[in-house]
């Protein structure tokens, strides 16, 4: 088992950047793929970026390419989502995810992973 806890949400104007963390624990001497995926009042979850087990592997969804970044640092456990650009369409929480490794694949879809945080809130708004 490996935990989740996100951190970094928050206000911000549009155009405005956020990073957000994801830290893990429990397990995670093994390797895993992650992702975040984010959600919306009244809309459907979107999975929005990927990265896999070595970090030189990434996706990212077309409403969010060019804009956000997602990374990971192996020795702290942690990964990363710089969103730069920000629009108020991109309000909604912000849910970090796990899944273990296969091979250098980084799942694209929200079914493909195992684990989940609690989510953090990121509101853009003037």
């Known amino acids: 088992q490996v935990q989740l806890v996100e951190s970094g949400g928050g206000l911000v104007q549009p155009g405005g950047s956020l990073r957000l963390s994801c830290e893990a624990s429990g397990r995670t001497g093994e390797p895993y793929a992650m992702g975040w995926s984010r959600q919306a009042p009244g809309k459907e979850r979107e999975f929005v970026a990927a990265?896999?087990?070595?970090?030189?592997?990434?996706y990212y969804a077309n409403s969010v390419k060019g804009r956000f970044t997602i990374s990971r640092d192996g020795a702290k456990n942690t990964m990363y989502l710089q969103m730069n650009s920000l629009k108020p369409e991109d309000t909604a929480v912000y849910y970090c995810?796990?899944?273990?490794?296969?091979?250098?694949?980084?799942?694209?879809?929200?079914?493909?992973?195992?684990?989940w945080g609690q989510g953090t809130q990121v509101t853009v708004s003037s």
């Open positions: 990265i896999n087990r070595f970090g030189d592997g990434t």
């Open positions: 995810a796990g899944v273990r490794a296969r091979g250098d694949y980084a799942p694209r879809t929200s079914p493909e992973y195992d684990y």
